[in-house]
C-alpha cells in the first residue's frame, strides 16, 4: 500500500519564527489533506490539497503530485500552533485514507 | 459547517462490558465514515471503513467480533467495543466524508477516550 512519511518528527520553534513540514507519498494520490491535532486530540482541517498551493492567513500548502511530496508552510508561528501536523492521502483508485506518523510541533513564547 | 460530533468523549469502563461510541455528521451526510484508533503519541490507525446501509469493511487485524460497527443512517455511525479489555484502552477517533466539487474531504469527531479498568 502506499507510504506516507513525514519530516521532521519533531520540531521546537521560538515564537514568530517560520517552519516548514513535509510529507512524502510513495504513489499517486487523489486525495491529501494536511491536519492540525490540538492538545485535546481533536483534528483539525487544515488543507485539501491533492495538487497546487493553497494560503490560509498564516498557514499555506503546496503539493507537487508528479513529485509525490507536499510541503506545509507556517510563518510567524504562535504558542497556538502547537501539537501534532499530520499529512493524510489516498491513492489514486484508492478509497482508505493512510496517514503519516506526523511532526510534533512545540512554539515556544 | 461540516461539523461531525461523538459521544461520549470520554468513558470509563470494566474489563468485561461493552462500549457503544456514536458519531454524528451535523450539518451533512455523509457519504462513507471512517473509524480510527490512536494511541499515545501514535498516528491514527484506520480501523474500518463505513457506509450507510452495508456492512464495514474492516482492516487486517482488527477483529469485527469485537468492533462491531452499525451505520445507520447517512449521518449516524455506531461503533462498539463488545467485551472490553485494558488493552481496548484507547482513543477512538470518526470522521465522515464529505463529498463536494467531486472529491471527498474527510471532518473529525473529536475523539473519545476510552479507559478499560
Known amino acids: 500500500g502506499i507510504q506516507v512519511e513525514q519530516s521532521p518528527p519533531d520540531l521546537i520553534l521560538q515564537e514568530g519564527a517560520n517552519s516548514t513540514l513535509r510529507c512524502n507519498f510513495s504513489d499517486s494520490v487523489n486525495n491529501l489533506q494536511w491536519f492540525h491535532q490540538n492538545p485535546w486530540g481533536q483534528l483539525i482541517n487544515l488543507f485539501y490539497?491533492?495538487?497546487g498551493t493553497k494560503q490560509n492567513g498564516r498557514l499555506s500548502a503546496t503539493t507537487v503530485a508528479t513529485e509525490r511530496y507536499s510541503l506545509l508552510y507556517i510563518s510567524s508561528s504562535q504558542t497556538t500552533d502547537s501539537g501534532v501536523y499530520f499529512c493524510a492521502v489516498s491513492s489514486t483508485g484508492g478509497f482508505k485514507t493512510i496517514f503519516g506518523a506526523g511532526t510534533r510541533l512545540f512554539v515556544k513564547a | 459547517g461540516a461539523v461531525v460530533s461523538q459521544h461520549p468523549s470520554w468513558v470509563i469502563c470494566k474489563s468485561g462490558t461493552s462500549v457503544k461510541i456514536e458519531c454524528r455528521s451535523l450539518?451533512?451526510?455523509?457519504?462513507?465514515m471512517f473509524w480510527y484508533r490512536q494511541f499515545p503519541k501514535q498516528s491514527l490507525m484506520l480501523m474500518a471503513t463505513?457506509?450507510?446501509?452495508?456492512?464495514?469493511?474492516?482492516e487486517q487485524g482488527v477483529e469485527k467480533d469485537k468492533f462491531l460497527i452499525n451505520h445507520a443512517s447517512l449521518t449516524l455511525s455506531t461503533l462498539t467495543v463488545t467485551s472490553a479489555h485494558p488493552e481496548d484502552s484507547s482513543f477512538y477517533i470518526c470522521?465522515?466524508?464529505?463529498?463536494?466539487?467531486?472529491?471527498?474531504?474527510?471532518?473529525f469527531g473529536p475523539g473519545t477516550r476510552l479507559t478499560v479498568t
Open positions: 470522521s465522515a466524508a464529505l463529498r463536494a466539487g467531486g472529491w471527498d474531504e474527510q471532518y
Open positions: 450539518d451533512f451526510q455523509a457519504t462513507t
Open positions: 490539497i491533492p495538487s
Open positions: 463505513s457506509n450507510e446501509g452495508s456492512k464495514a469493511t474492516y
